[in-house]
């Protein structure tokens, strides 16, 4: 106590409050604020009390889930108590020894006050916390904690400037600000993350009441648990953990020893994961959609003010870092001037030169920790932010109404979710600079102001000068990102669209003609792109000379008016003009940015406000109601509202309980327009409709989701064994299973690509008979199937289990119409006819046109049969051209089965469809060297180098002569004349800007080639890539890379090398400049370099591997969102909406757990980067200060030192480890670039004649084809011979191999073995161009491709108008298409939506009249036409291709009636082959039993 009393020293405090005039102010306001805060508690505290028993029997009781957040708030307030409760003692000491004064009766209430609030916090803490069931912290602490930090943040400055001002203070007041900053710094930081934490524990009780509900539905989430089993790292991290990023250590180490997978990486945080972001997001929209008066539609304003809800805590916390950083940030400018006249000056103490390198040190030190966990906590936000528009958008695609989906195509959605959302979640990095970069420059003009007086005034206005020169670049980078963004669109829109539908490009012989059209759109891209890099050259030109130019305008303007400059002014404007080049560049970029975000969010609502499909078209009968399923009463509808024309006119009709109704009529009549106004997608006019009951749908074009075949019949239902093998039976699927090497645990690719169009379909029905629903509607269902399959389904499916159920079906096929109890004929959008079959056959024109058109080929069919068998007859039942007879046939079976066993097992490998390929370990130096030498070999390289070792070496030679050539005070005489001086340092800095300008330029020029030459040989190579690559590859993948990687290949990448050159060079100036003062420094800086190496060869494995997983796990997420806008009529129908929304919440889950363990990562890494170059900087200081007097020049000290204030190795290894996760996009995208490729196109020594084929005869010699290398074969050892000019029709059951021989017909496929020669040539030995373009097809499934009608017809423009017309009128369009106001530009909207499916057939039937080749395949052409139409389509074939040979696939018997030769396939073998008489006549043969059972479907 004496010691106290009797030190000078320590008496001071009691001065400073007697001698500042604003201490009682400061006093009386925080004795003030104490007060306020203390009976707010108490009341508080009193009412909570009162309410206890309500509360606590309102919800459980648990013990406290953050324990250590609330033992680092107790422990902080008690320390403050405790160190207030000492000043208080020893001020009231002191003013009983000394006497009382008002100033300090003002300072010893205040030191009360806070000794007893922070007392009454810390038992509030206690008793509240300890053993009870709250779980927050009041919002009242948690604001007054914030407050208290800023108000000792206040009280540090203030004591601070007093210091400078040499009035010494006690050791006593340091340590009790030292105490006050700390604590309420962890009281900040406790009372945000506590909260947050809350909120994300908060979600932990529902889980628990419905984890058996969510077994139920599948969902095995490995996202944020709560069973204990999931733990993460970051949300059970202490505050140490969280302060040091300590909890990325586990798997920083795991990701050293190991490559990672998914599963290594930790779950999420619950706060952070998808399902509780989205349902908190959720919330605030609707909330605000029910409180504004718009009627709920989401407006640009509503979604910001819903992201900024759901980001409220990180906003605020992010905000609070943002300031403690730029703070921090200025310390070392505006102490650079002190410690330089310290080391000029001998005079000066000891200790003020230690406590100058403290502030050093401590300014670095926070600046690291506030920089760190503000960048972390702006990447959780980003995250956030992306998950909720991940989350809406998905959601909002699959209510979609119909017409909303014609008016946004995939390619704009997929866009949507890539980049809109991502530039969203990106827009937090530029939050805060809204408000912070007029700050920024305000304190760099103070300090300024204190160094150069009035010239700071010109500083500001040059400042301002180079801010608007940034205006008009940042106004032209928007009008180009918008170019940019537009033409992106259209490329991938095609892009899309031609992968989709690659394997008709490829059969018509198309492909390239759309790589041309691809090639031309990105040459229109580029366009933009080139602008846009430049303007990026410009703007990184105008970044880097940013100080150079004020430097020189303010050292110039100096001059000019006299005001003397010396060292330690020029060191604190340099070290204050390098930190302006920061604002200066971020606020025209901010300006932009937030241009750009605004677009985003506008095409983002724009997308949401679209229109919902219709929740009240359909009106729900209750279950206990009448008989009634189904009724429409004067029902108009229209898929287009604001048309004139009606889709559906006066509908009536009333579908009583267990009916079976089918719908025909002519192609266009619209059919399926009925049943999509059953299911409430056709927006209605007027009338009602009402249902009753749970419905199924079975789409007519096939709807299969990627993945295992047994998911897509369960689709989220239970699995009852027996029911399924029920199923599985009555949809004829047991023998495809098992033909399946992996049965049904087989994955199906993207759009069932390795199903045939009969198994799709059969798929799709089991689907729906598996729902077990009350109301049926079949779309065409049989179309796809063969005859024989079609009848078992009919029987088995509906006759059979569905007999008690409601059944309304769309078919073509007559022999059905019989079993129905109510048969709808439609022409023009009307029911021209309804009732029974017998009673509505001879009523009108319009089914007796149908009926008739099938009788006829019937009678057909009868007389061949009858032919048959006065021929059998005559001849016997021997027939020496049958290829197999009964007992052969058997042997076959035999033979066949065992060599399936065999086979299955040897091939059961594994699936068509794997997962992406990633590559291991670190990235390949190989990919270094191909990226910087693919344009122009690499002789730019050099180049670039050269500028930017020029630029640096410029910019520290200027730096020396500034200091060196000015006096180390105002009292020198300056060595060099002022305008000599000025003009020296004009020169050298102008001389380093052109050093920028040149290496922008050439790095934007290399960039710029190398993204064209990457871009080109990587669809290239996709577009010359074989079937098999599109059939185990989903789009999604190639979309990725044609889209996330080519656009960081465009404009990422050569920044990344750019910033990674800057900060190697700049590093390394920096330390030559700090080891050219002392170069003992070395025996540090080698040391902390080897470390920095040694922690990031450390950080880079897991870095590498996470940035790897999350580009593979997104593309899932563009895949689902894609496959589910193309299937949502399905999922709505079934009411899986919220099974498939929890699916995209997995995925989005998935993709961000790599993101956000990354984000910890890099952290992790620079923070220890930061930490060990501010021990270095610490060190090198006090070497400095150790130095004795006059051994060192002061101005090169000054310099080092002012150099050093930038000194971290880790922008260098932030650099490189940026760059390092960019280049995976270019591995990526080389990975395609080594597709292997299709035979050639064209084989000069190979080439046919131009009339080749001019016979057009077809020899199979030993045929085998497998789909990939590790699946069974399919086609296994076919030989037989088409002979010129014939019919031949390929029959069999769905799945023998039909469409595999169309494939190998057009060498899609590479044949394991075997030839096939026509006219005398080897398909396979000359060029595909060749080869398809001489072959035509009528596809299986009918594709039309967005554009205009003449574009489909005639898309490499070969024909003229009046070929074109005469085309569409012999298949039956010409009348339709003129009735169109385009005519022949007529508009086809993406996948040909606004045609039929039958219209969509007959257009491809309009190509192949078009092209007339020798030799013509129909895949199964007629599937999708009424039996009216596929008579006519016959004739017309018959008369136009009378001299071809027509190969026909197809499931009606009728339509293989005139033909030659018949082909039966079993299982890739060939069972049959002879004529339709003489297969007819052995009554034992598959065909004739295949013919008897159609005939009896038919005549029963």
């Not at 001002?165 to 009281?187: C, E, G, Q, R, T």
């Not at 918008?482 to 394997?503: F, Q």
Request: hydrophobic share 45%; with cysteine.
């Amino acid at each position: 106590m004496d010691a106290f009393e009797g030190s000078k020293n320590d008496m001071n405090i009691w001065i400073f409050f007697s001698q500042s005039s604003a201490t009682i102010f400061h006093n009386g306001f925080s004795a003030s604020s104490h007060l306020i805060l203390l009976l707010i508690l108490l009341i508080s505290w009193a009412c909570k009390r009162y309410m206890i028993s309500t509360i606590e029997n309102s919800k459980p009781t648990m013990k406290n889930t953050y324990f250590l957040y609330y033992w680092s708030a107790l422990m902080s307030s008690m320390g403050l108590s405790f160190c207030d409760l000492l000043l208080c003692v020893l001020n009231f000491l002191f003013g009983y020894r000394y006497g009382w004064s008002d100033l300090k009766v003002i300072a010893q209430l205040d030191l009360a006050f806070r000794t007893l609030t922070w007392s009454v916090i810390s038992a509030y803490l206690h008793i509240q916390f300890s053993n009870s069931s709250e779980r927050r912290f009041p919002i009242i602490l948690r604001i007054w904690w914030a407050f208290y930090f800023l108000m000792s943040c206040s009280y540090l400055v203030i004591h601070l400037n007093s210091y400078w001002k040499h009035f010494p203070l006690p050791i006593l007041l340091w340590v009790s600000d030292a105490v006050s900053i700390i604590a309420s710094s962890s009281l900040c930081y406790v009372g945000i993350f506590g909260k947050e934490r809350e909120d994300g524990d908060s979600h932990l009780l529902d889980p628990l009441l419905k984890s058996s509900s969510n077994k139920k539905n599948g969902d095995n989430r490995q996202g944020s648990s709560v069973d204990g089993e999931s733990v993460t790292f970051y949300e059970n991290a202490n505050l140490l953990s969280i302060f040091t990023f300590a909890w990325m250590g586990p798997l920083v180490a795991l990701g050293y020893k190991k490559t990672l997978d998914l599963e290594d990486v930790p779950q999420l945080a619950s706060c952070d994961s998808a399902n509780v972001v989205f349902s908190c997001f959720r919330n605030k929209i609707e909330y605000d959609g029910n409180t504004s008066g718009n009627g709920g539609q989401v407006r640009t304003l509503k979604l910001v003010k819903a992201l900024i809800l759901l980001t409220w805590k990180e906003i605020l916390w992010t905000g609070l870092l943002s300031i403690v950083c730029t703070l921090a940030s200025y310390v070392g400018p505006y102490l650079i001037d002190s410690f330089f006249q310290y080391l000029n000056s001998s005079h000066q103490l000891k200790y003020k030169g230690y406590m100058l390198v403290f502030i050093f040190f401590l300014s670095k030190f926070i600046k690291c920790i506030s920089e760190r966990h503000l960048f972390f906590q702006l990447r959780k936000m980003g995250n956030r932010v992306r998950t909720a528009l991940f989350a809406i958008i998905y959601e909002k695609n699959l209510r979609l109404s119909s017409q909303s989906k014609q008016g946004h195509t995939s390619g704009e959605n997929i866009n949507l979710m890539t980049v809109d959302v991502e530039r969203t979640g990106f827009f937090s990095w530029y939050l805060h600079d809204i408000w912070r970069v007029p700050i920024q420059v305000v304190l760099a003009l103070l300090i300024l102001y204190k160094s150069l007086g009035l010239a700071s005034l010109v500083a500001f206005i040059a400042t301002m000068i180079l801010m608007l020169a940034n205006v008009p670049l940042g106004k032209l980078q928007e009008k180009v990102q918008g170019e940019l963004m537009d033409s992106k669109d259209r490329r991938m829109k095609v892009t899309s669209e031609a992968l989709r539908n690659m394997r008709i490009l490829k059969l018509q012989g198309w492909e390239m003609k759309f790589l041309a059209k691809i090639i031309d759109l990105r040459n229109f891209e580029t366009k933009s792109l080139k602008k846009l890099l430049y303007t990026s050259a410009i703007t990184a030109f105008v970044y880097s000379s940013t100080p150079l130019f004020v430097s020189i305008v303010t050292f110039g303007f100096c001059m000019h008016m006299g005001i003397q400059l010396d060292s330690g002014k020029i060191l604190s404007a340099l070290a204050t003009f390098d930190i302006l080049q920061g604002p200066i560049y971020n606020l025209p970029d901010t300006i932009a940015m937030v241009v750009q975000i605004k677009v985003s969010l506008d095409r983002i609502t724009s997308f949401l406000c679209l229109d919902d499909l219709h929740q009240n078209i359909v009106h729900k009968l209750p279950r206990d109601s009448a008989e009634v399923v189904v009724e429409i009463v004067k029902g108009n509808f229209s898929w287009d509202l604001h048309s004139p024309n009606l889709t559906l006119k006066d509908l009536n009709f009333r579908v009583k309980h267990g009916m079976k109704v089918a719908i025909c009529g002519s192609i266009g009549s619209g059919k399926s327009s009925l049943l999509s106004c059953i299911l409430g997608e056709v927006p209605k006019v007027s009338g009602t409709i009402k249902l009753k009951g749970k419905k199924a749908y079975v789409a007519q074009s096939p709807w299969i989701q990627s993945g295992k075949i047994v998911d897509n019949i369960l689709f989220g239902k239970e699995m009852d064994k027996e029911r399924y093998e029920m199923i599985l039976e009555a949809c004829s699927l047991k023998k495809d299973l098992e033909l399946c090497a992996f049965g049904d645990q087989t994955i199906i690719g993207e759009r069932g690509i390795n199903l045939s169009g009969g198994q799709k379909q059969r798929i799709q029905i089991a689907r729906a008979l598996y729902h077990d629903a009350d109301i049926y509607l079949l779309d065409d269902p049989f179309s796809a199937v063969d005859a024989h399959t079609g009848t078992h389904l009919f029987k088995e499916c509906l006759l059979g289990i569905l007999g008690s159920k409601t059944v309304i079906y769309v078919t073509h096929q007559v022999e059905f119409f019989p079993s129905a109890d109510l048969i709808l004929v439609m022409r023009d959008g009307k029911i021209t006819q309804a009732g029974k079959y017998e009673d509505i056959l001879n009523l009108g024109t319009d089914f007796m046109e149908l009926v008739g058109a099938h009788k006829k080929s019937l009678a057909e069919l009868n007389s061949i049969e009858h032919g048959t068998a006065s021929d059998n007859f005559i001849n016997g039942e021997k027939d020496g051209n049958m290829l197999c007879s009964e007992k052969s046939i058997q042997d076959n079976e035999v033979r066949e089965s065992n060599n399936y066993k065999i086979e299955k097992l040897v091939e059961r490998k594994g699936q068509l469809v794997q997962e992406e390929k990633r590559e291991k370990g670190g990235v390949s130096p190989s990919v270094y060297w191909k990226y910087v030498t693919t344009a122009y070999k690499g002789a730019f390289v050099p180049l670039i180098l050269l500028a930017q070792i020029l630029f640096k070496l410029l910019l520290i030679v200027s730096s020396y002569w500034m200091v060196l050539a000015n006096p180390v005070s105002e009292n020198v005489r300056p060595h060099i004349r002022g305008s000599t001086h000025i003009f020296i340092y004009i020169g050298l800095t102008l001389g380093g800007s052109l050093c920028t300008l040149i290496r922008s330029m050439l790095i934007v020029t290399v960039g710029y080639k190398t993204a064209t030459l990457l871009f080109n040989k990587m669809h290239l190579c996709i577009f010359r890539a074989p079937m098999s690559f599109f059939d185990s590859t989903p789009s999604g993948r190639i979309l990725n890379r044609a889209y996330i990687d080519q656009s960081a290949v465009d404009t990422e990448i050569p920044r990344k090398f750019e910033e990674l050159l800057i900060s190697i060079i700049g590093f390394l100036g920096t330390v030559a400049v700090m080891s050219q003062v002392a170069w003992k420094m070395l025996i540090v800086f080698i040391p902390m370099t080897v470390a920095c190496i040694w922690y990031q060869q450390y950080y880079i494995s897991v870095a590498r591997e996470l940035s790897r997983l999350a580009g593979v796990c997104q593309a899932p997420i563009i895949q689902h969102f894609v496959e589910s806008s193309l299937g949502s009529t399905t999922i709505m129908c079934f009411d899986q909406e919220k099974r498939f929304i929890d699916t995209n919440l997995k995925l989005v889950d998935g993709y961000f757990r790599p993101k956000f363990y990354f984000s910890g990562a890099i952290e992790w890494l620079c923070f220890r980067m930061d930490m060990l170059a501010s021990i270095t900087y610490a060190i090198f200081l006090v070497f400095l200060i150790s130095v004795p007097k006059g051994v060192l020049s002061p101005g090169v000290v000054g310099l080092a030192v002012t150099y050093g204030l930038g000194f971290s190795m880790h922008g260098v290894i932030w650099d490189l480890c940026g760059l390092e996760t960019k280049i995976i996009s270019i591995e990526r995208i080389l990975q395609y670039v080594c597709i292997p490729s299709e035979p050639p196109l064209l084989v000069e020594e190979n080439k046919p004649s131009q009339e080749w084929p001019s016979q057009g005869k077809v020899d199979i010699v030993d045929l085998q084809v497998r789909y990939a290398p590790h699946l069974p074969l399919v086609l296994r050892g076919l030989t037989c011979t088409f002979p010129e000019g014939i019919k031949i029709g390929i029959v069999g059951r769905t799945g023998s191999g039909k469409s595999t021989l169309v494939q190998a017909l057009f060498h899609m496929l590479e044949p394991t073995a075997g030839h096939i020669w026509i006219d005398g040539i080897n398909i396979f030995k000359i060029g595909l161009h060749n080869l398809r373009s001489r072959l035509s097809i009528i596809p299986q499934d009918p594709t039309m491709f967005e554009g205009t009608l003449r574009s489909n017809l005639d898309p490499l423009e070969e024909y003229t108008d009046e070929q074109i017309w005469e085309a569409l009128d012999r298949c039956q369009l010409g009348d339709e298409v003129r009735k169109k106001e385009g005519k022949l530009d007529s508009s086809v909207t993406e996948n040909g939506e606004n045609w039929s499916m039958g219209q969509r057939q007959l257009i491809c039937l309009g190509r192949v009249l078009l092209k007339r080749s020798k030799v013509l395949v129909l895949d199964e052409a007629t599937a999708s036409v009424d039996t009216a139409t596929d008579y006519l389509i016959q004739q017309t074939l018959r008369q136009h291709f009378s001299g071809s040979t027509v190969i026909t696939i197809a499931h009606r018997i009728t339509s293989i009636l005139d033909i030659d030769m018949v082909l039966l396939l079993d299982n890739g073998l060939i069972l049959e082959y002879d004529s339709p008489t003489k297969l007819l006549a052995i009554k034992s043969s598959s065909f004739a039993k295949l013919v008897k059972e159609y005939t009896r479907r038919c005549n029963s």
